[in-house]
């Protein structure tokens, strides 16, 4: 008896830990060793999920491919046979979930899917929810320890099955193994050039104001670099420039990176939990101030007074000479997530600017000069003319700064952060970080 062919997404997350491997590998491997017993039928997605998640091991990511087999058993034991063995089951954060939807499912699947996946980017969820979800909808599953990995696997399930989300493209590159975990070799000049050729169709690969290359990682993980852009066509093209030690194999994901898909907008503080991402416009209540470490820190205060801290952390550079530009008064709308009770803020778009006044010495009428104080309380006087003043003259400043959408720098660029270029918006775009 011939079995019949069979579609399935097969949702892949939490294999990796600091000291190693990363679920795009995992994927991009069983992607490379499936097609020789199943046929791929997309690009692969690679979802960011909640980024204040605090189980995450980097940059909380989920996977997901789409193949077609004969015989789906075979598929399932294989990817759960790699997954056990190749991810990092010694580290105890580590605790992977697969999920396996056949198509037989992909209808009566799809609406809780798909809102499971839009939930994971902004909400917290529990493991015994993401598992409840999956036994009911009938769907395969492994988890491995406590299984947390089931809830990106789902999520990115979700996301293969949502036709809406707006998304962009990944291309990683991967080392060989011999060499996971030494120093990556690569020709800055080359990934220079391969960002001047593609931007901005490409993104993020160097962050010119800080001269510093951005799409090769630090981490002991497999990837030597990820060039992200706008289509699969500009990423392979930037790809082509570098030059850098051998690639093992690459791989190219749809993803939601560059989507803003984490942000609530909200109209209150009030309404703002812990661990989930905002859009929140308010009015400046205090001088922004930089702390120990660095961080440039203000209050930002809604319509029924509640404030909020807005920070511009250490590693988001000279992102903190705007918002140091800042005063009383000024209003704006932040983009970030809270955790401990503050926005870090991923871009901040300034929407009034309050006048800044100043009290200087006046100006004698006679030489045009600033008056001199005359002593404690006596006001002010011209020495040469003689003139005198009891007050100082309040003057308006200039401001410095102008209205406008501001982001970090592609070296402080999170995930999930939507870069202004990819705003349809001109008015927006006066104001990129390069
Ligand atoms: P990896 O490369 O392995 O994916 P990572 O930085 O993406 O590394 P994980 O190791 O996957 O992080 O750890 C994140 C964990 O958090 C996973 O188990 C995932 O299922 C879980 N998780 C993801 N999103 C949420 C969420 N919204 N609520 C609760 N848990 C979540």
């Known amino acids: 008896m011939t079995s019949k062919s069979v579609r399935m997404i097969i949702g892949i997350d939490d294999t990796d ?78 605790n992977p979930g697969v999920v396996f939807v056949t198509d037989d499912h992909f209808e009566k699947a799809r609406h809780e899917l798909v809102n ?39 999520s990115a399930c979700g996301a293969m099955l949502d036709p809406e989300w707006d998304h962009t493209y990944e291309y990683i590159a991967y080392r060989e193994a011999n060499v996971w975990g030494t120093p990556r070799i690569f020709n800055e000049g080359s990934i220079f050039e391969a960002d001047r050729h593609t931007y901005p169709d490409t993104w993020d690969t160097v962050d010119l104001n800080n001269g510093v290359v951005v799409c090769v990682p630090h981490s002991k993980d497999p990837v030597l670099y990820g060039i992200r852009g706008k289509d699969t066509f500009s990423v392979k093209k930037a790809s082509s420039y570098v030059r850098s030690e051998p690639v093992e194999r690459v791989c190219i994901f749809r993803t939601n990176q560059g989507t803003d898909m984490h942000l609530i ?33 203000f209050s930002l205060e809604d319509l029924n007074g509640d404030r909020i801290d807005c920070a511009a952390f250490e590693p988001t550079k000279n992102f ?35 006048s800044k006044y100043e009290a200087i010495n006046p100006l004698c009428s006679g030489c045009g000069k600033r008056m001199k104080s005359a002593g404690m309380g006596q006001g002010y006087r011209c020495r040469k003319c003689g003139t005198s003043a009891k007050e100082k003259e309040i003057l308006e400043v200039k401001r410095n700064i102008e209205k406008g959408f501001y982001e970090v720098p592609p070296c402080a660029r999170r995930h999930l952060a939507k870069q202004l270029l990819r705003f349809n918006d001109s008015y927006v775009s006066v104001f990129p970080s390069r």
């Open 320 to 354: 903190r000479d705007i918002i140091r530009k800042l005063i009383p008064g000024d209003r704006v709308i932040v983009y970030g997530s809270v955790t401990e009770r503050t926005v870090n803020i991923e871009k901040i778009r300034i929407i009034f600017l309050v």
């Open 17 to 94: 830990s600091r000291d190693g491997m990363c679920t795009t590998y995992l994927c991009a491997f069983l992607r490379d060793e499936i097609c020789s017993f199943a046929k791929i039928l997309s690009e692969p997605v690679l979802i960011r999920l909640n980024p204040t998640i605090p189980f995450k091991t980097r940059g909380n990511a989920s996977v997901a491919m789409l193949v077609q087999c004969s015989e789906p058993d075979v598929v399932v034991e294989h990817v759960t046979s790699v997954v056990a063995s190749m991810s990092c089951l010694e580290d105890e954060t580590t």
């Open 265 to 297: 907008p909200v109209s209150k503080v009030f309404d703002i939990r812990e661990m989930h991402s905002y859009i929140l416009g308010g009015v400046v209540c205090s001088e922004p101030c930089t702390i120990r470490g660095g961080h440039t820190v």
């Open 116 to 154: 499971f996946f839009r939930r994971a980017v902004k909400d917290v969820i529990s493991i015994d929810e993401a598992k409840t979800i999956a036994v009911n909808l009938g769907l395969g599953f492994r988890m491995f320890k406590n299984g947390r990995g089931i809830i990106g696997a789902l």
